[in-house]
């Protein structure tokens, strides 16, 4: 499956931003699908997976603010952020594969896209 991630922007602080992550080749449905972000300098981290059967989970630094969610019929994956924050600037990733919150449980990646929030 190739995907294919944007959405991503210049935004200030409180305001909002919707990623989407394009799946071809196969359908989406058949991966637990996850958004992962890298800010410079830091290690690449879990922003927050829907798996298979739609079930949702978010790593504690978003919960609340930001919101997955899968179109079966567009084959895309969203990420709808908001109240966004300064520490929310990195490059954001779409990922397809079993799923987790570790990098190692996806196996196609889509290219990034950068999220920049201003103070």
């Known amino acids: 499956v190739q995907l294919q991630a944007s959405g991503g922007g210049l935004v200030q602080a409180g305001g909002s931003l919707r990623l989407s992550c394009a799946a071809s080749?196969?359908?989406?449905?058949?991966?637990?699908m996850g958004w992962f972000r890298r800010a410079p300098g830091k290690e690449r981290e879990f922003v927050a997976a829907?798996?298979?059967?739609?079930?949702?989970y978010y790593a504690n630094s978003v919960k609340g603010r930001f919101t997955i969610s899968r179109d079966i019929i567009e084959n895309t994956v969203y990420l709808q952020m908001n109240s966004l924050k300064p520490e929310d600037t990195a490059v954001y990733y779409c990922?397809?594969?079993?799923?987790?919150?570790?990098?190692?449980?996806?196996?196609?990646w889509g290219q990034g896209t950068q999220v920049t929030v201003s103070s």
């Open positions: 990922a397809a594969g079993s799923g987790g919150i570790a990098g190692t449980g996806y196996d196609y």
């Open positions: 080749g196969q359908t989406s449905r058949n991966y637990d």
């Open positions: 829907i798996r298979r059967i739609g079930s949702r």
